[in-house]
């Protein structure tokens, strides 16, 4: 005699499966997700970019999409409404309309990017049919600048031994440049002292800040210099600058000493002499002297008419 299934047994065996199905279902379903290409594009100014925003799981045929941009601890919307958001008065960030649209449902294109660009993003989609309805992902912008032709300052003539400084600086460039300089079209290392070749000469290079500092110059180290600064964008030059190192005289420099020590002993000699001769003494009371012999107290005289004709005018005074 065959044996008889029970009622309901082959139910219970599968009811496990099916519990883990929905489970799965559930947790795989029930939430949106999102995910991106790339987290971290990087893109020189002027040129276009994708930010990535990809909804993996939803249930929500129509979620909600919002873009921000959070730049200098300041947030404002890009995309929010269904539409690119016109640059706000208060924020400096919220200035991508005419340049931007959302690409396919989700993602951010970005036309002819600027260096204010640079700024975090962040993606958010609200799915309101999903268990877990809101999801975000942050994506890292970075707005590569190419270097303008940097200020270079050489000093003119410097003479043998002292010490000269080179400046070259930029500041249009994004990442930060590094400066790199040249004599004679000749590439300069960062210690004269770890390379045979300018063994003749003293100078450190900082090719970070790029200065370019002689502790003592050569005669060698006369030329044409020009610096360069160069970053992931591109690289600029500043004109060429001759600096010249010239010997000092030292005979020269005695000899004029010589000279003026000279001249200044004449000086003095001759202002010795002319006060023994009595040039520089006063004549004051000599005048007074004359003046006062000239005309007796107490007689006035005066001119007749007839040429030398003389007579007084009043009398002693006894």
Same mark, same amino acid.
């Given at each position: 005699? #065959? ?13 496990? $499966? ?38 993996? $799981? ?6 909600? !999409?919002?873009?921000? @941009?959070?730049? $200098? ?10 539409? !690119? ?14 340049? #931007?649209?959302?690409?396919?449902? =989700? ?8 260096? =204010? ?14 268990? &877990? ?6 994506? /890292?912008?970075?707005?590569?600048? &190419? ?13 043998? %031994?002292?010490?000269? =400084?080179?400046?070259?600086? /930029? ?44 502790? #003592?110059?050569?005669? /060698? ?8 600064? +160069?970053?992931?964008? %591109? ?6 600058? /001759? ?7 030292? %005979? %020269? ?30 004549? &004051? ?5 004359? @003046?006062? =012999? ?18 007084? @005018?009043? +009398?002693?005074?006894?």
């Amino acid at each position: 005699m #065959a044996l008889r299934r029970r009622p309901g047994l082959g139910l219970r065996g599968r009811l496990p $499966d099916l519990c883990l199905l929905l489970l799965l279902r559930g947790c795989l379903t029930g939430a949106v997700n999102l995910k991106s290409s790339n987290r971290n594009p990087v893109v020189q100014e002027f040129e276009s970019v994708e930010l990535s925003c990809i909804i993996t $799981d939803s249930q929500t045929n129509d979620p909600r !999409i919002e873009w921000k @941009k959070i730049q $200098d601890d300041q947030t404002a919307y890009v995309f929010f409404d269904n539409k !690119i958001q016109v640059p706000c008065v208060f924020f400096s960030v919220g200035d991508l309309a005419g340049r #931007a649209e959302l690409l396919g449902k =989700t993602s951010l294109k970005i036309w002819n990017v600027t260096r =204010t660009d640079s700024a975090i993003y962040r993606c958010e989609v609200v799915a309101r049919n999903d268990r &877990k309805e809101i999801d975000e992902i942050v994506i /890292e912008l970075t707005v590569q600048v &190419k270097p303008v032709p940097p200020v270079c300052r050489v000093p003119k003539a410097v003479p043998v %031994g002292k010490s000269a =400084t080179l400046h070259c600086q /930029e500041s249009e460039g994004y990442p930060r440049p590094h400066y790199s300089w040249y004599r004679n079209d000749v590439p300069l290392p960062t210690d004269s002292r770890a390379n045979p070749r300018f063994r003749n000469s003293s100078f450190l290079l900082n090719p970070e800040t790029g200065t370019l500092v002689f502790s #003592a110059v050569h005669k /060698e180290d006369s030329g044409q210099y020009y610096c360069i600064a +160069s970053n992931d964008a %591109g690289s600029a030059r500043c004109e060429e600058q /001759e600096l010249e190192v010239y010997d000092l005289n030292i %005979g %020269g420099i005695i000899g004029g000493v010589l000279v003026v020590l000279a001249v200044l002993a004449l000086i003095t000699v001759g202002i010795c002499c002319a006060y023994r001769r009595g040039y520089f003494i006063n004549n &004051k009371q000599n005048g007074e002297s004359y @003046k006062n =012999t000239g005309k007796p107290d107490g007689v006035n005289y005066i001119r007749t008419d007839e040429e030398g004709d003389f007579r007084h @005018k009043s +009398s002693f005074v006894i």
